[in-house]
């Protein structure tokens, strides 16, 4: 069939489904035809708002022609239902109106219209605004499309990303002096904190917790190296005695490595712990870390004296091994700047005092427990606001001798 287009016959999509609504037969004969010879051929019609409503309850389309003034339900009313269900997110709009309904447009428009036709139709118009619409309509469902299949990539990441992340607290603890418990809350679909336990050969346990540069899939895929890196170094390094290394060799070797091909120049700041459970002995290291609590009694004390410079920074960086101990019944907590830095409503921090606070209330209790407690803390803090960054927090308690397996 002809086109009244000039040099331009075909319209953007002539399989484009088209809603034409309007209580006037004689124009709604007039727009079909009209869009006809434009190309357009799946077009249904209604004859008032009631109607239309009822056929986009059951049908999908890609465009709506709706006349303002109408019987039983007029486009006023038809806007403010598609409005209220959230179909004008996907659904354009154009109104149908007489020259002097020009008002009844602009309020139209405010409700969530996208253009207008005057009556009578100009040709040039309906084609003009006709494509556009529908050109836009195919833009935003690509970008939907895009989005969605992007969130479920980031969800599948999201999964694999934890999945790295021991969790099963009950066996890591089992027939050991120690309990473990640890949480991870990314602020995105992925985060850059990590956190991990694994055994030595000699039954001593190595447990870090760190926090990558910026945030997202770069961050979460740099979390992953050096996680493994970790693993690999402490488990196969040894001395030339072949005696177990040091953590500060660990690290420096860790480093070191994380240094090479680093061209994002992303780094991450570490604490490396290596603890002996059968005289609660910790040798560590920091690497530019927030340093973790040492928990004993109602005693909170900031292990510090040890700060290295963050990983991946410089391949020459130098660390050092300090010590600690945990006598029966005492715990070191481990935790990422997202807790201290958790903003609420007025842009207030929740600080480290709140988290001593909360760790001298809870630091008797269970691992499970003082981290219940201090999420439960950041959550009633922040109050809903949105939250600025990943979550991590790690306790590592000795058990007192009578409840030692």
Avoid: W
Avoid at 375 to 380: E, H, N, T, Y
Wanted: aromatic share 6%; charged share 25%; with cysteine.
């Amino acid at each position: 069939m002809a086109s009244l287009s000039d040099g331009n016959p075909e319209p953007i999509d002539a399989q484009a489904r088209l809603l034409v609504v309007d209580d006037n037969e004689d124009n709604r004969y007039t727009l079909i035809m009209r869009l006809q010879l434009e190309g357009y051929g799946n077009i249904v019609a209604a004859e008032d708002g009631e109607s239309a409503l009822d056929l986009l309850l059951t049908r999908d389309f890609d465009l709506v022609l709706l006349d303002v003034m109408m019987p039983k339900v007029d486009g006023y009313q038809v806007l403010q239902r598609l409005k209220a269900a959230g179909q004008l997110h996907n659904i354009p709009v154009i109104m149908i109106s007489a020259l002097n309904e020009i008002d009844s447009v602009v309020r139209c428009i405010e409700l969530g219209a996208i253009d207008y036709l005057a009556k009578p139709f100009d040709p040039v118009l309906l084609r003009a605004r006709v494509g556009a619409c529908l050109e836009n309509k195919r833009l935003r469902d690509e970008v939907r499309a895009h989005v969605a299949r992007m969130e479920e990539e980031l969800e599948s990441a999201r999964e694999l990303q934890l999945s790295m992340l021991p969790t099963d607290f009950e066996q890591l603890s089992a027939g050991q002096r120690t309990e473990i418990f640890a949480m991870m809350e990314p602020a995105r679909e992925v985060g850059g904190d990590l956190y991990d336990f694994f055994e030595m050969d000699d039954g001593r346990l190595c447990f870090l917790i760190g926090d990558v540069s910026g945030k997202g899939v770069a961050s979460a895929l740099f979390m992953a190296r050096t996680k493994n890196v970790v693993r690999l170094i402490a488990l196969l390094l040894r001395g030339a005695d072949g005696a177990a290394p040091t953590p500060a060799e660990i690290i420096t070797a860790v480093n070191q490595e994380l240094c090479q091909d680093n061209a994002g120049m992303m780094f991450v700041t570490l604490f490396f712990g290596i603890l002996d459970p059968a005289t609660g002995e910790i040798g560590f290291v920091n690497a530019g870390h927030n340093p973790p609590y040492h928990l004993a009694g109602q005693k909170v004390a900031s292990i510090t004296g040890c700060n290295g410079r963050a990983i991946g920074v410089r391949s020459n960086s130098a660390y050092e091994t300090r010590n600690l101990m945990l006598a029966p019944g005492d715990a070191i907590f481990l935790y990422t700047d997202g807790i201290t830095e958790a903003f609420d409503r007025h842009d207030k921090m929740f600080s480290e005092e709140r988290l001593e606070a909360v760790l001298r209330e809870a630091s008797n209790g269970r691992s499970e427990a003082i981290i219940t407690a201090v999420s439960g803390a950041v959550r009633a803090f922040i109050d809903g606001a949105e939250q600025s960054d990943d979550i991590t927090a790690v306790v590592i308690r000795r058990r007192p001798d009578d409840q030692s397996n």
